[in-house]
């Protein structure tokens, strides 16, 4: 998951390459919470389920998921896939500039691999796994100083608590 804003990588999980990515989805959403504030959560119709949008609500943000163009509202569906279908069919505009914000997972993908390149050079698993961690770690640093210019932050560093250094 990633910011929309900043393209901060706010959660991260890695598989193997043949892992399906809805399974992902609502682990991405709590780890995510924990340490940011999410008004929205957009993602494309592969994470359309009443699981993933109970997990985007539960963390009291708005799930702009679009509906296959099969979809029908039925018994078996929750309440907030119900609330979401319908929102969806007759709010479309809204909707979908909303939901258009989830190209910016593209963006970031792309800004790291333009950064540092679309491979990975380990041999090793576990190395490759660190390879990718580091990436995306180097990634969001230079997200975060480039927001710092660009969004006139002032970066507040805090003292050794107590008077400890560790």
Known sequence: MCGVKTNVVTAIEITDRYGADSPQFKPLVN???RNFVMNQVSADKAYLSDANLRAVVDNSAVPYIP???NSRSN???SY???RMFHYYSYNQAHFMASYHKRSNVE????MIKAKF???LRSKTQTAQINEA??????HNLCCVIQSIYELGIEPGFWSEPNGFAH
């Open 107 to 110: 963006s970031t993908f792309s």
């Open 117 to 119: 390149g679309d491979r």
């Open 31 to 33: 780890a995510t919470a």
């Open 75 to 77: 018994r078996r569906h």
């Open 133 to 138: 961690f580091c990436k995306v770690l180097a």
């Open 67 to 69: 509906f296959k163009v």
């Open 80 to 82: 907030f896939w119900k």
